[in-house]
């Protein structure tokens, strides 16, 4: 039980550093100042769709992606 609730939040930390929510919720309203909500709701519809289908597309491909390119694990790791 405690290995699944150290990688779920390994997991969400890990999520939160990419995703940036801080930074990401000023340029969002920056841009959407001047639509309606109606507007606004589909923009963050399509953005967390996009970004959904962009994370697991890295996911189940990270390894294919790392050979193609010759990167090594520890290289990775290093280079953050």
Avoid: C, N
């Avoid at 890990?14 to 929510?21: D, G, K, Q």
């Avoid at 996009?50 to 280079?79: C, D, K, M, N, Y």
């Amino acid at each position: 039980m405690f290995d699944f609730l150290d990688f779920a939040i390994l997991t969400f930390g890990s999520l939160v550093a990419v995703m940036e929510p801080f930074s990401t919720t000023a340029v969002y309203a920056t841009l959407t100042k001047d639509m309606d909500s109606t507007e606004k709701k589909k923009v963050v519809l399509m953005t967390t769709i996009v970004s959904f289908l962009v994370l697991i597309f890295f996911a189940l491909t990270e390894h294919l992606i790392f050979r193609v390119f010759g990167i090594t694990l520890p290289a990775f790791q290093i280079a953050g």
